[in-house]
């Protein structure tokens, strides 16, 4: 229930919608465990496909995909050293985005009993 004193507040500024598509677009393109297992990976330094797909337990051409769909987006960058191709993050508010699903969902799960 909406109070009256809530109706009549000054209305938040608000985005546009083109703006909101392009947010969403990149969103989705974060909603995937693998991709987020990187981006957390990537928040602690320099990885290359291999050692990605390692810790993702994915074959590299799958790794390959998922930091080609977020290099895409902006969220990554990638550098050459010598015949290693290193990932790193682009887009410095991954780590705020990372910081709110961790508060949200990492973690041990607690059960609440007798209640």
Known sequence: ???AKSRTARP???MTLECLGQAAECLKTLAHPH???IVQ???GGRYTVGE???ACGIPSHMASEHLRLMQRCG???M???GRCAY???AEPHLANIMHCIEDRFGGPKVTRTGV
């Open 75 to 77: 969220f990554l960058s």
């Open 87 to 89: 990932y790193t993050i």
């Open 1 to 3: 229930m909406v109070d």
């Open 41 to 43: 990976m990537l928040l």
């Open 52 to 54: 990605l797909a390692e």
């Open 79 to 81: 550098e050459k050293a």
């Open 35 to 37: 991709r987020l297992r």
């Open 12 to 14: 938040p500024r608000l």
